[in-house]
């Protein structure tokens, strides 16, 4: 894989960053950030905002990228361990691969302000009331991130443009919204292996203008798992010129929801967190982000004080969270501790019964697709061996 050149587009409402890149196949594409050309000054016309973009594609495919352009020194020296935590979080699917044919050279500091990406959902709730009292400035909507661009065919996005334009309002922010068309061409799983170096590409774009960019967490410290966006690997993506921040980890979604955000009414009245509206700006009631959701505001009384979510019962829907993954039996669990803080024990015990299923629906599908006989024979060892364990252990 080549990145062969680098370049802007202009109209008089618009400016693109693109990078001409060719592939395997020896055909090209070009891979573009779109943003009003009134943030012109903010566009970083490097190779700093694609190498994010073409590195996880290339060690997924197990090619070399060759980059003939200046790469900021202190994210070429990040390289290395990025390879090294995907190809260890990863094995199977990513190895590592040289990175070659780069100049490096040192950014300098050109802004003093700050971004977030935001989405209307919990964590970026979460992070602008942690921040905006800081040095917090921006907030950073682009279509082509949470869906590829080419789904948004119906304007879908507009609702959701508007509600940001508004929390922008209300909290004295200003918005940056722009377009990338990057998934379409590299379809990758996003929550799981593209989610940190999707979002540090848009940061990296806008470094002329944005010398600190958050994304906001959806696990806590305690979840030390695989996942495309994570403490442990999201600051990696840095440049002198601009800091990416992991930010919110101290909590889990629960606990951000329950303690900060709930508190705000604004924010509880514009929380957006639905995964079956296409990338629209209404919540569906059932899906397991919605449910999820729902179920952490009933838990802590606040479930009718918010009008995003016009159905207000979760009688019969917890079954619908689905720990199916290990990120989403992670977010569950902490679901399942804030029910028990709040004395909510009739959903502990419902909780309980989701994260059991998940449990074995996650390891036990691994286990079972080396066979059903090995896998049935395995887990009646595993309780004959428990229950003579216990027995002989009192008769102690």
Not at 159 to 170: P, T
Not at 297 to 326: A, E, H, M, N, T
Not at 357 to 380: A, N, P, T, W
Request: proline fraction near 3%.
């Amino acid at each position: 894989m080549k990145l062969l050149d680098i370049y802007t587009r202009e109209s008089e409402t618009h400016i693109k960053l693109v990078g001409l890149v060719e592939q395997a196949n020896h055909e090209t594409v070009e891979l573009f950030f779109e943003f009003p050309v009134a943030y012109k000054t903010f566009i970083n016309v490097t190779a700093d905002p694609f190498l994010p973009l073409l590195l996880i594609p290339a060690m997924y495919s197990g090619e070399d990228l060759e980059i003939q352009h200046d790469i900021s020194t202190k994210l070429i020296t990040s390289i290395e361990i990025i390879q090294d935590i995907f190809s260890s979080w990863y094995p199977e699917s990513f190895r590592k691969v040289k990175v070659w044919g780069y100049k490096t050279i040192e950014r300098t500091l050109s802004s003093g302000y700050s971004g977030q990406f935001f989405s209307l959902g919990v964590d970026s709730f979460y992070t602008l009331l942690k921040n905006r009292d800081k040095d917090l400035r921006y907030l950073v909507y682009m279509q082509g991130l949470e869906l590829p661009l080419s789904r948004y065919t119906h304007n879908q996005e507009y609702g959701v443009v508007e509600n940001i334009k508004n929390v922008c309002e209300h909290y004295e922010l200003e918005l940056i919204t722009g377009q990338t068309n990057f998934r379409d061409h590299f379809q990758l799983d996003w929550p799981k292996f593209y989610h940190g170096a999707g979002l540090a590409s848009v940061a990296l774009a806008l470094s002329g203008g944005i010398a600190r960019m958050y994304i906001a967490s959806s696990h806590s410290y305690d979840a030390h798992i695989p996942v495309g966006s994570s403490f442990m690997l999201d600051h990696y993506w840095s440049t002198e010129q601009t800091e990416i921040v992991h930010d919110g980890a101290e909590k889990g979604r629960g606990f951000k929801l329950a303690e900060v955000v709930a508190h705000d009414p604004y924010a509880l009245n514009n929380l957006r967190v639905c995964t079956e509206n296409d990338g629209g700006d209404y919540n569906c009631c059932h899906c397991r982000k919605c449910v999820m959701t729902m179920a952490a505001l009933d838990i802590i009384g606040k479930l009718d004080d918010s009008r995003v979510f016009p159905d207000k019962s979760i009688k019969g829907k917890i079954q619908r969270i689905r720990p199916y993954s290990l990120s989403s039996y992670i977010l569950v669990r902490d679901l399942q501790t804030l029910a028990g803080k709040y004395g909510r024990f009739d959903l502990v015990k419902e909780i309980n019964k989701e994260l059991i299923v998940g449990f074995h629906d996650l390891y036990g599908r691994k286990e079972m697709s080396y066979g059903l006989g090995r896998y049935i024979r395995e887990l009646l060892f595993y309780l004959y061996t428990k229950l003579s364990r216990r027995l002989f252990s009192n008769e102690q």
